[in-house]
């Protein structure tokens, strides 16, 4: 059972461009997570999906940013017009269930990330 | 406000001894504490979660408390190894939220 995969692991895109973010989580999970991280601080939450519906987007920015997970294929996280500050490490995370289940809780499963830089 | 923290500066200890990192939270309600581990350039990874209702969980090398008084979770790992050097992340879930809400991280060092 492969990983939580993302690509690209590197993103270059130019001021203004839009950036396209992949995710494909674990077989058999229908939660998504993504965060973003800039060097040297810890993981800010974005967005949580479950299969076609946004659950949460309490972290992503109002303007330029979008998320679906569609019935089929991978999570996408799109940024429009990119600017300098969006520079930063994105992870997706996947998990099998509600992270705070009725029964039992689980973990996140994390991929390596895609480091996007704005030139 | 609500916030997590974990102790900005690395810490920078000698093979074999314990090291102790601390998470405290403040105006949060946490169901259970996560704690991960992240390596440069990589993903976190998890390594323990606790509950509201547990003091102590242990996992080989590793231990964490909870301490719903002091709002304070310590993450422990005994006999350190250079391999053990990385950022180790804490992470929290409430019962009224569906996400992991995470701290800055604290880097490790051990010197062989």
């Known amino acids: 059972n492969a990983g939580v995969m993302q690509n690209p692991r590197h993103l270059v895109r130019r001021r203004g461009q839009e950036a396209r973010l992949r995710c494909s989580p674990m077989?058999?999970?229908?939660?998504v997570y993504w965060y973003r991280q800039l060097p040297e601080e810890g993981l800010k939450f974005m967005v949580y999906l479950q299969k076609e519906n946004i659950i949460d987007e309490s972290g992503m920015p109002k303007e330029r940013f979008s998320a679906e997970f569609p019935k089929e294929g991978p999570s996408i996280l799109r940024i429009q017009q990119v600017v300098r500050g969006d520079s930063a490490a994105y992870f997706c995370?996947?998990?099998?269930?509600?992270?705070?289940?009725?029964?039992?809780?689980?973990?996140?499963?994390f991929g390596q990330g895609t480091r996007l830089t704005v030139v | 406000s609500q916030k997590i923290e974990q102790n900005s500066e690395a810490l920078n200890i000698q093979e074999g001894k314990t090291a102790t990192l601390t998470c405290n939270y403040t105006n949060y309600s946490p169901a259970y504490l996560q704690w991960y581990r992240q390596d440069p350039g990589r993903g976190p990874v998890f390594l323990l979660l606790i509950r509201e209702n547990e003091k102590e969980k242990r996992k080989e090398r590793l231990k964490v408390t909870f301490d719903t008084t002091l709002k304070q979770s310590l993450f422990h790992i005994t006999a350190s190894q250079p391999a053990d050097s990385a950022t180790y992340l804490c992470?929290?879930?409430?019962?009224?939220?569906?996400?992991?809400?995470f701290g800055s991280g604290t880097r490790l060092l051990v010197r062989p």
């Open positions: 077989k058999g999970h229908s939660h």
């Open positions: 992470a929290l879930v409430t019962d009224s939220s569906y996400k992991l809400i």
């Open positions: 995370a996947s998990s099998p269930s509600l992270l705070r289940g009725v029964e039992f809780d689980t973990e996140a499963f």
